[in-house]
C-alpha cells in the first residue's frame, strides 16, 4: 500500500506532462507506445498548419466563394424578398439586375482577397500555442483545434478583413448600386434596411474560413490516409486509442 501511494505522490508531482505521459507507456497503461509532450505539441501544430494553408488556399483561390455553393456570400437576409421578386420580373431584373450582380461579385470577391490576411495570422497564433493546450486539443476530438484558432484569432482577422472588403466594395463604386437597391426595396416593402456591408461580409468570411478549417482539421483527425507525416500519423494514432 505504501508504495502504491508513494507512485501516486511521484506521478503527480513531476512537471511536466511528458513524464507523465512516459510513466504512463512505459508502465503500460494506455496500453500504446508512449507520445511525449514535445510530439503532441508538434503533431498538432502540424496539423492546424495543414489544415489553415490548405483552407485559405481553397478559399483565396479565384472565384473561391463566388462559384462554391457552399461558401458564397448571398446578398443580406434582410433583401432576400425582395432579391427574388427583382429577379423573377424582366423589368425589374432588367432595371436593378446589374446592381445586384455587382453587389453580389464585389462580396465574394472581397472575402477571397482576405483570405491571404488569414495565413499570417493563424500561423502566428499556432507557433505561439501552449504545449498544455496543445495535448489538450489533440484528444480534445472534432474541431477542437479549429476552436481554439477561433478564440485566438478572431479580434485579429477582423481588423485584417475589414479594409480588404471595404477595397473590393469600393473599387465597384458599392455604395451607389447597394443604396439604390435597398432605397427600392425600401419603398416597395416599407422597411429601412441599413444593413452595413462591410461587416456582414467580414462576418460571413470568417464564418467560411473557420468552417474550412475545421473540415480540414477533422479529415486529418478521421482519415489515416490524410495524416501525410510519421508525426501525424503518431499523434493522431495515440489521440484515436483514447476514444
Known sequence: MKKLILSALVLFSMSSC???????????????????QNEAASGLKQALEKGVLTGTSFLGKKD??????????????????????????????????????????????????????????FINAIKSMSISD?????????????????????????????????????????NDPWKKVTTAYNRVMGKSVKTDLNAYVTDKAMTALFSRVKKEEDK????????????????????DAQK
Open 18 to 36: 511528458d513524464e507523465i505521459l512516459d510513466v504512463l507507456a512505459s508502465n503500460g497503461g494506455t496500453g500504446i507506445p508512449g507520445i511525449s
Open 64 to 121: 473561391g466563394f463566388l462559384k462554391n455553393a457552399a461558401y458564397k456570400i448571398l446578398m443580406p437576409a434582410e433583401v432576400q424578398e425582395a432579391v427574388t421578386k427583382i429577379r423573377a420580373n424582366p423589368i425589374t431584373n432588367a432595371l436593378a439586375g446589374p446592381y445586384l450582380g455587382k453587389v453580389e461579385v464585389a462580396m465574394n470577391t472581397g472575402a477571397e482577397n482576405a483570405m491571404a490576411e488569414a495565413k499570417p495570422i
Open 134 to 174: 496543445a495535448i489538450g486539443i489533440v484528444t480534445g476530438g472534432e474541431g477542437a483545434g479549429t476552436a481554439y484558432l477561433q478564440r485566438a484569432t478572431s479580434a485579429n482577422l477582423r481588423s485584417k478583413f475589414t479594409p480588404v472588403i471595404t477595397k473590393s466594395l469600393e473599387n465597384v463604386n458599392i
Open 220 to 239: 486529418i483527425r478521421a482519415n489515416p490516409v490524410a495524416r501525410t507525416t510519421d508525426l501525424l500519423k503518431k499523434v493522431f494514432g495515440y489521440a
